[in-house]
């Protein structure tokens, strides 16, 4: 999933201000795999172990990188977001998920500016459940 441009975005309970994307990427870490007995190729195959990572792409300048300054790696805390069609639309949905802080890296480009990514993986809360919640419409 990748949203452009989400409003109302915050880590921890402090709002997030110059985001440009947030983009949630699933990987099987562990695959089963079958094999028939009609050839080399295979015939089932699974994924009974996942992680779910989240990157969160702001730009910064002046004082707005200190949101997530103290957040060290290894924090454990919500992340959500509010996306909608459009910034001027009224419904819209919120995201959340629980998150542990793998990184928080800077560059900066020409065209963005200085640019902070925030990198984390999604915690589900029970191995279960899928750790990124999507709630319906807002207004």
Avoid at 7 to 33: I, K, P, Q, W
Avoid at 34 to 54: I, K, W
Avoid at 81 to 103: E, F, I, W
């Amino acid at each position: 999933m990748l949203w452009l441009d989400p409003s109302e975005v915050t880590l921890f309970g402090a709002a997030l201000g110059g985001v440009m994307s947030v983009a949630v990427d699933r990987f099987a870490t562990r695959l089963a795999e079958g094999r028939g007995d009609l050839g080399p190729h295979v015939v089932f195959v699974d994924a009974p172990e996942q992680r779910v990572t989240v990157r969160v792409r702001r730009r910064v300048g002046g004082g707005s990188a200190s949101a997530v300054s103290s957040v060290g790696v290894g924090a454990m805390g919500e992340l959500s977001l509010r996306v909608a069609a459009s910034r001027g639309d009224r419904r819209g949905r919120v995201v959340r998920a629980t998150v542990v802080v793998r990184g928080v890296d800077h560059e900066f480009t020409e065209r963005d500016g200085f640019v902070q990514t925030i990198s984390m993986t999604a915690v589900s809360s029970d191995g279960a459940a899928d750790p990124i919640v999507e709630e319906g419409d807002t207004a």
